[in-house]
């Protein structure tokens, strides 16, 4: 390894925190949350040490842990996971950062604050370690759904301890046969005559499902009460604990651990398959009406997309600043005006062209990511708490059509920016001694659970932008219209902007045309090119988040108030975004027209192509 540049030499930033305030007090306006009622006892002072804390804690303390816990999974021992020792002097720590129920009310316990405010505080956790951030954001999940559709009895007994991290939380969804098919969950739950059910099923692919931080684990467990009818009307949720109180004391609740998934990626937390009543004695608790169980899930399974979201997001992005430090440092090669001449000292890699459009393209996907998760945030504090019906009902549309896109476009654009993190170190990348191949392995996870990107791309167009005739695509409009037009004001990439303002014009017309085929019987034909449309409105979407950027770096540049201490830093700052909204918009938005004509003219190679042709 000499001559390289070893990973441990450099400080590593996990996420921008100019770029974090940028977007929180310079184009969101994340105080203005605070005139809500809700909010009310905020404001600049506690966001910035709440975000404080989170970065400390993510850089000093977590992402010293990665590494160690990547090369030293857990281990299933006599029927029961043992983490890295790691794990037990973090999680305390951990629990004290009060994230799990930091946007919970106070009367349960938490802070109130929004979730605009917590999404980017917890994107530092996951890239300090997503291993350990994973267990916070599945355990407020999980809480959260107790608080929401639980007895009394069970936010006495397992919301208050899981909001103070005291017992961690599941979703256990998934069944061998029954993954992005829910309708088709298995898991029985019969009645008793004390008010409890008996659980009993199979259950895989648990995340946190086991491990040795708590003395309890809360599942929270799609099954079907004996007599259910088929299908997702059948499904009932109910809150399953490992260990259940008997008397004065506590047993075993009959979960068992049946086997660890041995995983490419987040490899510092357990994934398990988990067997429910085995011995006839598994309890568990209905939460909310029976046969409302998917219904009730949602609200965990739309936090938890969002949170799949920051974390491909903060995944690219610890990468991508390891990319730039590793390009700023590593000599190699000459200009290709001075190739010829071997006497002259090698530059720094950064100092060509093609590492710096790989640097760009990283910052691109990176920071318009954050863009987008901040919106979709913020859109969920407005949804929750706005002072008007009509206020609460646009953000909610608005969130609706976000919530896949914003799951989905850092899992697969993420996915590349990782890939290109690990080719900016060239064969070092390849190396394991590097982060990059780990930080790779993990994003790929992201497109997978809380549903993959297929999934969401049926989901985008079958049910989110026909939903109320398209309601959600015109205020998505009426956005893109307004930050093009502050764009013109700024007087920024005149021919961007049009660009922009077509594009999102042309979709509108694309899906009525969609809309009315399945209005017509033929749903096959609406879908058949969801995933691609997925993608054009992402690259929309994305394009609206960089031109929002753009305007405002604009406006900050043109109104001459950089002092002159912040003047060289602040400049590249927003010299920096311009720069990175331009690429995105003359790269990716030409991309545009050549999906749509894909779903437009519904190209059928794939609809014919037969399973024996293969
Ligand atoms: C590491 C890890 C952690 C996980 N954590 C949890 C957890 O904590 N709790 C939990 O409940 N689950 C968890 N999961 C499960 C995860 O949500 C599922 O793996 C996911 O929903 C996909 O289901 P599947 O694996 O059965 O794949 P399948 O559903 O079999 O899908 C296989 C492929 O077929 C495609 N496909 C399937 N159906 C359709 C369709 N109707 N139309 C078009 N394409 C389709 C999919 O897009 C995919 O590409 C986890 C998974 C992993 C790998």
Same mark, same amino acid.
């Given at each position: 390894?000499?001559?390289?540049?070893?990973?441990?030499?450099?400080?590593?930033?996990?996420?921008?925190?100019?770029?974090?305030?940028?977007?929180?007090?310079?184009?969101?306006?994340?105080?203005?949350?605070?005139?809500?009622?809700?909010?009310?006892?905020?404001?600049?002072?506690?966001?910035?040490?709440?975000?404080?804390?989170?970065?400390?804690?993510?850089?000093?303390?977590?992402?010293?842990?990665?590494?160690?816990?990547?090369?030293?999974?857990?281990?299933?021992?006599?029927?029961?996971?043992?983490?890295?020792?790691?794990?037990?002097?973090?999680?305390?720590?951990?629990?004290?950062?009060?994230?799990?129920?930091?946007?919970?009310?106070?009367?349960?316990?938490?802070?109130?604050?929004?979730?605009?405010?917590?999404?980017?505080?917890?994107?530092?956790?996951?890239?300090?370690?997503?291993?350990?951030?994973?267990?916070?954001?599945?355990?407020?999940?999980?809480?959260?759904?107790?608080?929401?559709?639980?007895?009394?009895?069970?936010?006495?007994?397992?919301?208050?301890?899981?909001?103070?991290?005291?017992?961690?939380?599941?979703?256990?969804?998934?069944?061998?046969?029954?993954?992005?098919?829910?309708?088709?969950?298995?898991?029985?739950?019969?009645?008793?005559?004390?008010?409890?059910?008996?659980?009993?099923?199979?259950?895989?692919?648990?995340?946190?499902?086991?491990?040795?931080?708590?003395?309890?684990?809360?599942?929270?467990?799609?099954?079907?009460?004996?007599?259910?009818?088929?299908?997702?009307?059948?499904?009932?949720?109910?809150?399953?604990?490992?260990?259940?109180?008997?008397?004065?004391?506590?047993?075993?609740?009959?979960?068992?651990?049946?086997?660890?998934?041995?995983?490419?990626?987040?490899?510092?937390?357990?994934?398990?398959?988990?067997?429910?009543?085995?011995?006839?004695?598994?309890?568990?608790?209905?939460?909310?009406?029976?046969?409302?169980?998917?219904?009730?899930?949602?609200?965990?399974?739309?936090?938890?997309?969002?949170?799949?979201?920051?974390?491909?997001?903060?995944?690219?992005?610890?990468?991508?600043?390891?990319?730039?430090?590793?390009?700023?440092?590593?000599?190699?090669?000459?200009?290709?005006?001075?190739?010829?001449?071997?006497?002259?000292?090698?530059?720094?890699?950064?100092?060509?062209?093609?590492?710096?459009?790989? @640097? &760009?393209?990283? #910052?691109?996907?990176? %920071? !318009? /990511?954050? *863009? $987008?998760?901040?919106?979709?945030?913020?859109?969920?504090?407005?949804?929750?708490?706005?002072?008007?019906?009509?206020?609460?009902?646009?953000?909610?549309?608005?969130?609706?059509?976000?919530?896949?896109?914003?799951?989905?476009?850092?899992?697969?654009?993420?996915?590349?920016?990782?890939?290109?993190?690990?080719?900016?170190?060239?064969?070092?990348?390849?190396?394991?001694?590097?982060?990059?191949?780990?930080?790779?392995?993990?994003?790929?996870?992201?497109?997978?659970?809380?549903?993959?990107?297929?999934?969401?791309?049926?989901? @985008? &167009?079958?049910? #989110?932008?026909?939903? %109320? !005739? /398209?309601? *959600? $695509?015109?205020?998505?409009?009426?956005?893109?219209?307004?930050?093009?037009?502050?764009?013109?004001?700024?007087?920024?990439?005149?021919?961007?902007?049009?660009?922009?303002?077509?594009?999102?014009?042309?979709?509108?017309?694309?899906?009525?045309?969609?809309?009315?085929?399945?209005?017509?019987?033929?749903?096959?034909?609406?879908?058949?090119?969801?995933?691609?449309?997925?993608?054009?409105?992402?690259?929309?979407?994305?394009?609206?988040?960089?031109?929002?950027?753009?305007?405002?770096?604009?406006?900050?540049?043109?109104?001459?108030? &950089?002092?002159?201490?912040?003047?060289?830093?602040?400049?590249?700052?927003?010299?920096?975004?311009?720069?990175?909204?331009?690429?995105?918009?003359?790269?990716?938005?030409?991309?545009?027209?050549?999906?749509?004509?894909?779903?437009?003219?519904?190209?059928?190679?794939?609809?014919?192509?037969?399973?024996?042709?293969?």
């Amino acid at each position: 390894m000499s001559g390289c540049i070893m990973p441990d030499t450099m400080a590593n930033p996990l996420v921008c925190d100019r770029n974090i305030d940028f977007l929180l007090y310079e184009v969101l306006d994340a105080p203005s949350l605070c005139t809500l009622p809700t909010f009310a006892e905020h404001g600049r002072e506690t966001f910035d040490l709440v975000l404080q804390n989170s970065r400390r804690f993510a850089r000093e303390v977590l992402f010293p842990t990665y590494k160690p816990m990547d090369a030293e999974p857990p281990q299933l021992e006599n029927g029961r996971i043992v983490l890295h020792p790691a794990w037990r002097k973090i999680y305390p720590q951990l629990c004290s950062l009060d994230l799990i129920a930091a946007s919970r009310p106070f009367a349960v316990g938490g802070q109130q604050l929004p979730l605009l405010l917590t999404t980017l505080a917890s994107a530092y956790l996951m890239a300090g370690n997503l291993n350990v951030a994973g267990i916070l954001g599945l355990t407020a999940g999980a809480a959260h759904l107790i608080e929401a559709f639980g007895s009394d009895e069970l936010r006495q007994e397992f919301m208050t301890r899981m909001y103070r991290g005291e017992w961690t939380g599941t979703m256990a969804l998934t069944e061998p046969h029954a993954g992005s098919s829910l309708a088709d969950v298995k898991t029985r739950a019969t009645p008793t005559a004390d008010g409890h059910y008996l659980i009993q099923g199979a259950k895989i692919f648990i995340s946190g499902g086991d491990h040795d931080l708590t003395d309890n684990i809360v599942h929270m467990t799609l099954a079907r009460i004996d007599g259910a009818p088929a299908g997702l009307k059948g499904i009932s949720l109910f809150a399953v604990p490992r260990r259940r109180r008997h008397g004065d004391g506590w047993v075993d609740n009959d979960v068992a651990v049946t086997g660890m998934i041995h995983k490419i990626g987040w490899r510092g937390a357990p994934s398990l398959a988990l067997q429910f009543g085995e011995q006839g004695d598994c309890n568990g608790w209905l939460c909310g009406e029976p046969g409302r169980g998917l219904s009730c899930m949602f609200q965990m399974m739309n936090e938890a997309r969002l949170m799949v979201g920051t974390n491909g997001v903060a995944t690219a992005s610890v990468a991508y600043h390891q990319a730039v430090q590793y390009a700023r440092e590593r000599p190699q090669g000459r200009p290709l005006s001075s190739k010829a001449d071997a006497s002259r000292p090698q530059v720094p890699i950064v100092e060509h062209a093609d590492v710096r459009r790989m @640097l &760009l393209r990283q #910052k691109a996907i990176v %920071e !318009g /990511g954050l *863009a $987008l998760l901040a919106t979709a945030a913020k859109q969920a504090d407005l949804f929750g708490h706005a002072g008007t019906a009509a206020e609460r009902h646009r953000a909610g549309l608005l969130l609706d059509l976000l919530t896949p896109i914003a799951k989905s476009f850092p899992a697969e654009y993420g996915f590349e920016s990782n890939a290109l993190a690990l080719q900016v170190h060239g064969g070092y990348g390849y190396s394991s001694e590097f982060l990059p191949e780990a930080w790779l392995r993990d994003q790929k996870l992201n497109s997978l659970h809380e549903g993959t990107t297929g999934i969401h791309g049926i989901d @985008l &167009l079958g049910r #989110k932008v026909v939903a %109320e !005739g /398209g309601a *959600a $695509l015109v205020i998505l409009q009426e956005e893109i219209l307004a930050t093009v037009a502050r764009a013109q004001r700024a007087a920024i990439f005149p021919t961007l902007c049009e660009r922009l303002a077509e594009t999102m014009a042309s979709v509108l017309p694309l899906t009525m045309q969609l809309a009315s085929k399945g209005l017509q019987g033929d749903v096959e034909g609406m879908l058949l090119h969801s995933a691609d449309y997925l993608q054009l409105l992402s690259i929309v979407v994305v394009s609206w988040q960089w031109l929002l950027q753009a305007a405002v770096a604009a406006e900050k540049l043109a109104a001459g108030t &950089l002092t002159t201490d912040m003047q060289t830093t602040e400049r590249d700052f927003y010299e920096g975004k311009l720069c990175a909204a331009q690429y995105w918009l003359a790269t990716e938005l030409p991309r545009v027209p050549q999906l749509l004509a894909l779903c437009q003219q519904g190209e059928d190679s794939y609809a014919r192509m037969k399973p024996e042709w293969f």
